[in-house]
């Protein structure tokens, strides 16, 4: 399937995307009927194997779950071999880089009590938004969980685990992810 098909794909499925959209191999997009999932300008989204040395798990999947989902990508992003699935809102600002196999998460998949999870009731799936600022780069394999509010220029490295909120020019490390140091005049 060529990146000009796909495209059409993407327009029956009411995603807005913008001039410079790349699709290096074939990405699993999909949207929800009533979601809104937008790609800014020059968006860079790799899902081939060699399209990032990294060593790709997995091609990107960007999932809205809910109608009620949103998606917003920002100009200048790039997305590697990851997974960004929403049930309420994801944003990522503009000039972030998003590294092999990351996983971008605002729910929990499943509900947490038993009797919820086993009749599957998926209106008990613990949700909060994600927020990623400009300027952001995200190692490879990261984890970033519901609730995350990262401040401009944060930095997360890789394989870890973000719940939280970091302050712009935060360098982040560790399962639990914290805050290791502060980049001066980043931002």
């Known amino acids: ?17 913008r001039k410079g959209l790349l699709l290096k191999g074939i990405p ?19 899902s081939s194997f ?4 990294v060593g ?23 997305i590697s071999g990851a997974t960004i699935y929403a049930r309420q809102k994801i944003e990522i600002g503009d000039n972030t880089c998003i590294g092999g196999n990351t996983k971008i998460l605002d729910n929990d ?8 999870r086993n009749a599957d009731i998926k209106e008990k799936i613990g949700t ?22 990262l401040g401009d220029g944060c930095v997360v490295g890789a394989g870890a685990v973000v719940s939280g909120k970091f302050e712009a020019g ?12 502060k980049l001066a005049n980043n931002v």
Request: glycine letters at 8%; aromatic letters at 8%; charged letters at 20%.
């Open 50 to 53: 060699l399209s990032n040395l």
């Open 128 to 149: 909060k938004p994600i927020k990623i600022g400009k300027n952001c780069f995200i190692g490879c394999n990261a984890l970033i969980l519901k609730g995350t509010e």
């Open 1 to 17: 399937m060529n990146a000009g098909f796909y495209k059409i794909l993407m327009k029956v499925m009411k995603i807005q995307y």
């Open 170 to 181: 935060s360098i982040l490390a560790g399962n639990p992810a914290r805050t290791i140091r």
């Open 28 to 46: 699993v997009i999909f949207n929800k009927k009533g979601a809104t999932m937008e790609f800014g300008e020059n968006v860079v989204v790799k």
């Open 109 to 116: 998949f499943h509900p947490l009590e038993i009797e919820a």
């Open 56 to 78: 790709l798990y997995q091609r990107t999947i960007i999932v809205t779950r809910t109608s009620e989902a949103v998606i917003r990508i920002g100009n200048n992003v790039g």
